[in-house]
């Protein structure tokens, strides 16, 4: 008789009242939610910074001479700003922006086709990391002056 009965499952965790901090530590996030999450991080720090960005596009095209004070700026620094320090917020605009674009696409892909599977999610992550990181590397080494 044993061996007509179904197997035994062990029941899963429900989360309705979910407390930060015991419950999300253990949570693993798939791929595909990080790739979210760091959409929203990335168009907050490009919100964020939009006086940064206003003033360098500003500053490098009104004319020549903006435009050595903007390069000086990358390399000496201004105030008690060093220059590598505005170099590595570039770099970190760079990111925002490659990243919020790549995964801005996949959305939009998403919302075209309505068809999104496990596969498919984690798929379109790995190429938006792969993408955003990637040409980030590429324009931080021009950036940083490695060529």
Do not use: C
């Amino acid at each position: 008789m044993s061996e007509l009965s179904p197997p035994v499952r062990a029941k899963r965790p429900e989360f309705r009242n979910i407390n930060a901090f015991n419950d999300l530590p253990g949570y693993r996030w798939p791929l595909a939610a990080i790739v979210s999450g760091m959409h929203r991080a990335s168009g907050l720090i490009l919100f964020l910074l939009m006086p940064f960005i206003i003033w360098m596009f500003d500053t490098s095209v009104s004319s020549e001479f903006s435009f050595a004070r903007f390069t000086s700026v990358f390399h000496n620094g201004f105030g008690f700003v060093p220059g590598i320090l505005v170099k590595i917020v570039a770099l970190g605009l760079l990111w925002a922006y490659l990243h919020h674009f790549f995964a801005g696409m996949r959305h939009i892909r998403m919302d075209m086709f309505h068809t999104v599977s496990k596969v498919q999610g984690k798929t379109t992550a790995q190429i938006v990391l792969v993408l955003s990181l990637g040409l980030t590397l590429v324009l931080g080494a021009k950036l940083f002056g490695l060529y």
